[in-house]
C-alpha cells in the first residue's frame, strides 16, 4: 500500500546497547607430547591429558561445556640424510572448556597452567545463546522505535494509526572466545610441575569483560491525517 494524504506512512528505527556482565567463560587447552619413539610419545600425550581432563572434571558442575577438538600426533623427519628418517614424533591434544563460575576459573587455568607441556589460552567471555539479555535488547530496540514514531506524530499534531511493518535488522554481539583471549590471562604454558599439586601457585585473578548486546529494528506506522496549517 502507497502512502496517500489520507494514509500518511511514517519510517523510524529503533535501536538498543546493552552492556552486562558476562555470564560464561571459555578456555583452550593444548597438551604436547614429544619423543624419539612414537608408541612413548602417544602414552605420554595420553597421560598428560588424562590428567589434564580429571582435573577439569573436579570442578563438577561449574564446567557447562568440555570438548576436544583435534588430536595429532606426527613424525618429524631430519633434515639432512636420505630416505624418510624419522627425528622425533610430536602429538598434541586440544581441548576447550566453558565454566560459569569465575573465581573457580582463575583456579582452574593456574592449575593446568602448571602441568607438564601444558599451554592455556584465555578466557574468552560470551553470555549464553539463550540469555534473556538478547530478548531485552530486541524487546527495547521496539519500544525506542515505537516511542521515536510518536514523538514525530506529536510533533505534527497528529498521532500512529496502524503499525504495517515491523523489520528484525538482528543482533550483533562481539564473541569472545573466537576472536582473541580478553582478560586477564592471555596464554600460559608449563614445562614442569608436578601432577600432586602438592605446591601449587596462587590462582589468578581474573577480571570480567562486560558484553555489548545491540538490536535494532525498522518500524513503519501509518499517522491520522495531521491538519497542517
Known sequence: MDATPDAPRLAVRGEAHLEVDPEIARITLTVTAR????????????????????????????????ETGTFTINPELTKHGRG?????????????????????????????????????????????????????????????????????????????????ELADIGTEQPVPGYGGPVGGMRSAAAYGGAPGFEEEAAPLDLEPQRQHVYAQVNARFTLVPPRLA
Not at 37 to 60: Q, S, V
Open 35 to 66: 619423543g624419539t619413539d612414537r608408541r612413548d610419545t602417544l602414552n605420554d600425550l595420553t597421560r598428560r591429558n588424562t590428567t589434564a581432563l580429571d582435573l577439569i572434571k573436579t570442578y563438577g558442575e561449574t564446567v557447562t561445556a568440555l
Open 84 to 164: 624418510e628418517r624419522v627425528r622425533a614424533y610430536h602429538g598434541r591434544v586440544h581441548t576447550t572448556a566453558e565454566l560459569t563460575d569465575f573465581t573457580a576459573l582463575g583456579e582452574l587455568t593456574t592449575r593446568l597452567a602448571d602441568l607438564d607441556l601444558t599451554r592455556v589460552e584465555g578466557p574468552w567471555w560470551a553470555l549464553r545463546p539463550d540469555s534473556p539479555t538478547h530478548r531485552h535488547a530486541r524487546q527495547q530496540a521496539v519500544r525506542e522505535a515505537v516511542q521515536r514514531a510518536r514523538e514525530y506524530a506529536e510533533a505534527l499534531g497528529t498521532d500512529l494509526a496502524a503499525l504495517i
